[in-house]
């Protein structure tokens, strides 16, 4: 009898924590974006509508950075401005954290903090006052606004501008403290759109590692933008967006697998002889580029680029080389590239 | 509410950066009834003969700078949102935490603690300078008044601002929009003495509502029933405007 009592209290327990462990899974792993089938059209008097974003479909997880690339006018910008409640779509459906950007719209605005692709400072106010309104329309005390204006201010460089206007801030300051405004507080969802746009090599770093560290510490971040190194360096998934739809998308890795193993091999040579380059044009390479003793030579599969090593090494003219396979802007620019000639 | 009190609080800081717009924003009034009232007091010597009452040109228009006032820092703040839109901040505004309802009612409720202190100072004006009677009885209601009429035409105002995206446009367009409706409005004239057609069209006008609300309030003229039924009608155009100008909002992109 008494087993039985335990064998009862056991599953009991078993059963609660195997409940409270399933409803935490299901929560970590319900995506924090969920984007789907999203249309939106703008219709100009006497204009052919024009669909921005024509049936865009993604997920983002919690705690990724993903990044949304496409060229000017792609329909990035617009795919944000939905996503951050500015626009309501005209079909599909989006949700931030379980809430629909329509349906709840505030709902979404207490999970998200975004930095718009314009800049937005408060011209007539200082950039300690642009700190303080940011943090009340955000519910933070006052000591807390001190306490993370000193952090943000020391992490953007910012401690010297404190009591500048944003009136008397050049372009790439201002971005900056708009940037810095979006770290004061702990949304789950950030949003930057260009965040980067007209920042110096330093504090284009200094918003890359809070981005990397925000990210670290659960956050999830979208972000757009045009420097595909950065998004190659920062983002976990992407998607490449044109003409209004998602032409490739998945982990950096997958897209970059998009560019159907390409490799490029640099040759430094002694001297480039015919026969040299008679050996790589014999191996059918998809292309070659010579810059004064060196030869760029760009072939698909690495047991190709093996050939072409070999075969010129055996020429005894060969002093040093490297291989290094396609990055995110090679396949960017391919996927537009086809995409522009399909059309 | 702490949304709302935010955006006041963010009224507050650029207001206080800006003295002269402050000093326009509270003596511009002031300056109207002081030199434009005079003047007219003294043109028509005698005073206005309004039913059985005759009434000094000065009394009577003081309700009319009141919602002369008010019109003009409606106008002023809507005016807000083209500078908001040009330092692109407006944008960032809309994905804060907060409904468009609590931004519009943040936007205005500070101005109408300004039209507070207008009405005070130009009431203040009036009795010690001009020797207007007031009814201080009311002046409470008064002041409500001053806020009712300021938020009305803020709301009515934010949207042909949310409507027009070229700042030129809007000025000229509400400019234009003031003048008619000054001139189509009990406020620099009685509407008993103007042709017919003047004063029916006039009668439609929320700034006549507002005007012989204000001027009841002030110094008493009209019937409580024409007061009652104005103020109703002042209140409507309140909320209808409050309620567009939200839905104007959400598509104001």
Redesign the interface.
Known sequence: MKNEKEIVRLTLTQHFFIHNFIQFATHVLDPAIEVHDLVRTFQKRHHEPVRAVDGVSFEVRRGEIFGLLGPNGAGKTTTIKILTTLLAPTSGTARILGHDVVADPLGVRRQICVVVQENAVELYLSVRNNFRTFGRFHGMTSKEIEERTNRVTELFGLREYLNEKGLDLSGGLKRRVQVAKTFMIDKPIVFLDEATTGMDAFNKRATIEAIKENARKGRTIVLTTHILDEAEELCDAVAIVNRGRIIAGGSVEDVKSMSLRLLYLTLSLKTVSEEVLRTIQEREPLHVDIKNNTIEVTVREATAALDVLTAVKQTGSLEHFEISSASLEDVFLQLIDKKASID | M??V???V??EY??RR??PTWLFFDLAVPLLYLLMFGVAFDKALGHGLRIGEATVPYNAFFLGGVLSMSSFGSAMNQSYGFFVDRD???F?????????RGQFLLGKILFQCAMAVIQCMLTIAAGTLLLEINIRWELLLFALIGMMIGTAGWFFFLAIVAFRIRRNDTFNTVINVAYFVLMFLSSMFYPLDQVPSWLRAISRMNPLTWQTDALRFLTIGLGTFSTFLLEALGFGAFLLLSFWFAVRTL??A?
Request: charged share 20%.
């Open positions: 702490r949304e009190l935010a955006v609080y963010r800081l650029i950066t800006s330092n692109g901040i944008y960032e505004f809309l994905t804060y935490p907060m409904t959400q598509k992109l």
